[in-house]
């Protein structure tokens, strides 16, 4: 994967991009621990495995995030990005994305195998449409910050925000499919959907990096 690095060799990006850096950052760790937990309590309490993952997932994002926040706060201390802090950051949530997304997956499946019944909680939607919007704009700011800031760290935790808002789209049409069309192994299926898409991402991220 080809890095963008808009400043010149062994120069630091400006202040301001690093202060924007750690803001989105911040912003972003606010965002999903609040949602994911707000999104499992409503797939456990509603039967909705699908939601379940989708916080899960969140909670991943938020340890990245966390992870870059105190990378980029440290940069602001310091006066300087340290590539090791970059490294680990980018290393944890690959880790964690990959093994929420085989444990989705087998959950999702094992749903499937024994014909679960997956729940249809009314407030999921209106959470999974937010989160959806919220992310995607999420995204958007962390990959144009990352670029200004040759940040590969930021920038694979904006393309992990996109697969979250992916995600909230994928838990509407599951819900949708049980409500509509009465598809009770819809909910099973997406989550293992959701799984496999984390997977995909944590392996091809690893790869990016290695």
């Not at 202060?19 to 972003?28: D, L, Q």
């Not at 679960?116 to 704009?137: E, H, N, T």
């Not at 940040?151 to 949708?176: E, F, M, P």
Request: glycine letters at 10%.
């Amino acid at each position: 994967m080809a890095r963008s690095r808009p400043e010149a060799a062994g120069t630091q990006p400006a202040l301001r991009h690093v202060v924007a850096a750690y803001r989105v950052s911040v912003v972003s760790v606010a965002w999903t621990v609040c949602t994911s937990a707000i999104a499992i309590v409503i797939g456990v309490s509603g039967n909705a495995a699908v939601f379940v993952a989708l916080g899960a997932v969140g909670l991943v994002d938020a340890v990245g995030s966390i992870t870059l926040g105190v990378h980029f706060r440290d940069a602001l201390r310091n006066a300087t990005l340290s590539e090791r802090r970059e490294r680990l950051a980018h290393q944890v949530v690959l880790v964690c994305l990959g093994a929420v997304g085989a444990s989705a997956v087998v959950i999702g499946v094992l749903r499937l195998v024994q014909h679960d019944r997956g729940g249809d909680p009314p407030v999921g939607v209106v959470l999974a449409v937010v989160s959806m919007v919220a992310l995607f704009v999420l995204s958007r700011r962390k990959v144009r910050i990352a670029a200004l800031v040759a940040s590969d760290a930021l920038r694979a935790d904006g393309h992990l925000s996109a697969i979250g808002a992916a995600q909230s789209a994928v838990a509407l049409l599951g819900t949708a499919a049980i409500r509509e069309l009465s598809w009770t192994w819809a909910d099973a299926l997406a989550t293992a959907v959701v799984g496999a898409v984390a997977v995909a991402l944590a392996i091809a991220g690893w790869l990016g990096v290695e």
